[in-house]
């Protein structure tokens, strides 16, 4: 028995539209980040697999978008998940770590968001833990944090 397997089947029948969409997320960090174990360890074929399925997420994700309700948001995410497809593809023909962390870092940052909007979703007035940022000196506006894997 997988137990992996079987707690991931268990969260996606009990979750939420918007849970669902934080699942989708995890699996595609989970996938970048096996990518970039590959590119490492020269794994050609792992890599390729990774990355593909990351790029099947992101189709999935794509393909629920909702223009007529959220025309911003929903553009906004497509020009993102566009992007995205466009950089695993390139990472594809040109693999790098750097890159792969570029992608996961960009990817954590929407699925931060994703992450407040659940807790919004089912705890209404609940503010979500920040994910921790570097000083600014300001105090006023966060840096970004770059996945190191």
């Known amino acids: 028995m997988d137990v992996r397997r079987s707690y991931r089947e268990a969260a996606v029948r009990g979750a ?20 970039a174990l590959a590119i490492e360890q020269k794994d050609v074929l792992l890599r390729t697999n990774r990355i593909k399925h990351a790029i099947l997420v992101i ?41 792969v962390a570029q992608v996961i870092t960009d990817v954590l940052a929407v699925w931060t968001a994703w992450i407040q909007v659940e807790l919004n979703e089912t705890s209404p007035g609940v503010v979500a833990p920040r994910v921790a940022h570097a000083s600014s000196g300001s105090g006023t506006e966060p840096q970004r944090v770059d996945w190191n894997g």
């Not at 939420?16 to 990518?35: N, T």
């Open 59 to 99: 189709g999935h994700l794509q393909s629920s978008l909702n223009f007529e309700r959220g025309s911003k948001v929903a553009g906004d995410l497509e020009n993102f998940y566009n992007a995205l497809r466009q950089n695993l593809v390139t990472l594809q023909f040109h693999p790098s770590r750097p890159r």
């Open 16 to 35: 939420s539209p918007v849970g669902l969409v934080v699942r989708l997320y995890e699996q595609m960090i989970e996938d970048l980040r096996q990518a």
